[in-house]
């Protein structure tokens, strides 16, 4: 037989195109989903030297912009429906810790205002959150 013996020999090279297709979809699902992870309600925090703690994986977060319009994650709050919003948010749970961001023009006549609700509805393990480390550094405006 006057075959070429190449052509019956195994082939111990690896396929990559697989592995390539399957990480550019990964890649595409955490580009699309790392966004839908933050919270959007832009608020100018003012600064803090105080160590960074750590913080739940799905942290309850209750903002005050500018506008005053209390949100919490994302969607607005209606004024004196801030208990049944937590509640429907946590299942009731109160002993789960609010993640509370305030606008550094707020006054804290009104801040003091949203802390008695929260301490009325129940919910006491409330963390206040200011800008950490080197952005804190970096505010000009920051108290010591």
Same mark, same amino acid.
């Given at each position: 037989?006057?075959?070429?013996?190449?052509?019956?020999?195994?082939?111990?090279?690896?396929?990559?195109?697989?592995?390539?297709?399957?990480?550019?979809?990964?890649?595409?699902?955490?580009?699309?989903?790392?966004? $839908?992870?933050? &919270?959007?309600?832009?608020? +100018?925090? /003012?600064? #803090?030297?105080?160590?960074? *703690?750590?913080?739940? =994986?799905?942290?309850?977060?209750?903002?005050?912009? $500018?506008?005053? &319009?209390?949100?919490?994650? +994302?969607? /607005?709050? #209606?004024?004196g429906?801030? *208990?049944?919003?937590? =509640?429907a948010?946590?299942?009731?749970?109160?002993?789960?810790?609010?993640?509370?961001?305030?606008?550094?023009?707020?006054?804290?006549?009104?801040?003091?205002?949203?802390?008695?609700?929260?301490r009325?509805?129940?919910?006491?393990?409330?963390?206040?959150?200011?800008?950490?480390?080197?952005?804190a550094?970096?505010?000009?405006g920051?108290?010591?």
């Open positions: 037989m006057g075959g070429n013996q190449d052509e019956d020999a195994e082939v111990s090279e690896i396929n990559v195109t697989p592995f390539i297709d399957v990480m550019l979809v990964l890649l595409i699902v955490f580009m699309v989903a790392a966004p $839908l992870s933050t &919270v959007d309600v832009p608020v +100018n925090l /003012p600064a #803090s030297a105080a160590q960074p *703690q750590q913080r739940p =994986d799905e942290p309850l977060w209750l903002s005050l912009g $500018l506008d005053r &319009v209390l949100s919490l994650g +994302n969607e /607005p709050v #209606s004024e429906g801030l *208990q049944a919003a937590l =509640d948010k946590t299942g009731g749970d109160r002993e789960q810790a609010v993640f509370f961001r305030a606008d550094k023009e707020i006054p804290y006549g009104e801040l003091m205002v949203i802390l008695d609700e929260l009325v509805a129940g919910y006491l393990k409330v963390a206040l959150v200011g800008l950490e480390g080197a952005a550094a970096a505010d000009p920051a108290a010591p």
